[in-house]
Nanobody, 122 residues
Framework: QVQLVESGGGLVQAGGSLRLSCAAS????????VGWFRQAPGKERKFVGR????????YYADSVRGRFTISRDNAKNTMYLQMNSLKPEDTAVYYCAADRSPVRVQINPDYWGQGTQVTVSS
């Protein structure tokens, strides 16, 4: 079983930056793919990006590519989502996720965090 806990959300002005963290307990991330999703009010949850822990390979949704970066800290068993050049449309609850499959982690991962709110003001 994997438990995921996000932190780092908050309020930021458009053009600003924010870094989210996702700490895992119960298992190490070493054999997992990890990802981020977001859900804006009244909309469905959408894939943001994913990282394959063993290789460090990343993949991002078109809407965030070039602005968001996923990274990891092996020693802390923690992954991060660095968000730069934030826009009001990035406002959402952000969820981290994990799955043993790098394909399934983009679609319907087995493990989810509780979510953290990110609000970007104009």
């Amino acid at each position: 079983q994997v438990q995921l806990v996000e932190s780092g959300g908050g309020l930021v002005q458009a053009g600003g930056s924010l870094r989210l963290s996702c700490a895992a307990s119960g298992r190490t991330f070493s054999s997992y793919a990890v990802g981020w999703f977001r859900q804006a009010p009244g909309k469905e949850r959408k894939f943001v990006g994913r990282l394959i822990w063993s290789s460090g390979s990343t993949y991002y949704a078109d809407s965030v590519r070039g602005r968001f970066t996923i990274s990891r800290d092996n020693a802390k068993n923690t992954m991060y989502l660095q968000m730069n050049s934030l826009k009001p449309e990035d406002t959402a609850v952000y969820y981290c996720a994990a799955d043993r499959s790098p394909v399934r982690v983009q679609i319907n991962p087995d493990y989810w965090g509780q979510g953290t709110q990110v609000t970007v003001s104009s």
